[in-house]
């Protein structure tokens, strides 16, 4: 069941205060000189969309420097807040509800999505009884952080299929680390088992387990996170976060244009290279990073959505944060031509209730 306890951890989690913001540091902008190194944590045994952009060479002399390995978007955003990484990326849920707490940041280009090629499924055993939302009462779902992406999902799917909520809260999210779960799934210690992209497919391949339903069918091609960086790092730094963004932006498009095994390729020699000790096989079996806008460019819709449905669950209090005050695209000049122009592209205005 969905404890009171949970619901806690998610809020403290994403529960940053003022004070404890205000203390994170941010290099640059007081000396006049804008910081050139981007403190940010990875994915083991993935690459993320900046370490590509950094590879491509689009960052130009900007340089990333990695603190180490997270398996949670809230937690990494939370790090970004606090001024412990220079940027972090996590489910539009998590962004507004780090907003919603008084947290300044802005989201500034949509990194991951789901698309017919990448997308998170609940998967279950082959043989499991459970074929349908009702038989979900009473299971237990693995996701990687609870309060984001996976658990969004399966709210909506349980809604849409006519549980009321007291059924809702019988349904148990659990935390179990992306890597564990096929593993914890096989051995019955969930009924469900999230699973995206290459863990997904790398599963599939396996056998033995079917998808009961995944994000995609549920609301069709859709950008689902975004990176952040504070309102402080984008005032001292704004050249360093246009580079920024606007590398990451040509790295999406740079990944949808071109053959699937030269980016496969491309991304198994940056796991190389880095030399984290991690296993490069799973690659094989990426597909997109599903972002649904071109350069990755943020809309209002993409927040509206988290923001519904924080303030159905009540974790937000109704106007407290507008979609239009959350994003900004004025770092990205990426071009559909391939080239980006020195002035800025055009931009929702950021403000915050």
Not at 66 to 83: E, F, K, L, R
């Amino acid at each position: 069941m969905r404890t009171a306890t949970s619901r806690r951890q998610f809020m403290t989690l994403l529960g940053v205060s003022a004070a404890a913001v205000s203390c994170g540091t941010a290099v640059g902008g007081g000396s006049g000189k804008q910081t050139k190194k981007l403190r940010y944590q990875g994915w083991a045994g993935q690459v993320t969309l900046p370490e590509l952009a950094e590879d491509l060479g689009y960052l130009d002399d900007v340089k990333l420097d990695w603190v180490g390995n997270t398996i949670s978007g809230p937690q990494d955003i939370q790090s970004a807040a606090t001024g412990q990484i220079d940027f972090g990326g996590a489910f539009n849920g998590a962004v507004v509800k780090l907003a919603a707490n008084g947290a300044p940041i802005t989201s500034v280009i949509s990194y991951y999505g789901s698309d017919k090629r990448a997308y998170n499924g609940f998967y279950v055993l082959e043989d499991s009884p459970v074929r349908s939302a009702r038989d979900l009462i009473g299971k237990k779902v693995g996701m990687n952080t609870l309060g984001a992406h996976s658990e969004a999902m399966l709210d909506i799917y349980l809604q849409r299929h006519g549980l009321s909520q007291d059924e809702i809260d019988k349904v148990e999210p659990l935390v179990v680390p992306p890597v564990n779960t096929e593993q914890s799934l096989r051995q019955h210690q969930i009924q469900v088992g999230v699973l995206g992209d290459i863990l997904r497919d790398k599963a599939v391949a396996k056998g033995g387990v079917r998808p009961l339903f995944t994000d995609f069918e549920l609301l069709g091609a859709f950008s689902a996170g975004t990176y952040v960086m504070t309102d402080r790092f984008l005032r001292q730094n704004p050249d360093t976060a246009r580079t920024f963004v606007t590398g990451v932006a040509r790295a999406i498009e740079w990944a949808r244009k071109r053959p699937r095994e030269e980016v496969i390729a491309r991304m198994t020699e940056v796991v190389k290279k880095r030399d984290r000790k991690e296993d490069a096989t799973p690659l094989k079996y990426w597909k997109s990073f599903g972002v649904a806008e071109t350069g990755g460019r943020i809309t209002d819709k993409q927040l509206k959505l988290w923001i519904d449905w924080l303030a159905e669950r009540g974790d937000i209090k109704r106007g407290k944060v507008t979609a239009s005050g959350l994003y900004t695209n004025k770092y990205n000049d990426y071009r559909p031509t391939g080239t980006s122009s020195g002035s800025p592209a055009p931009s929702a205005t950021k403000t915050r209730s």
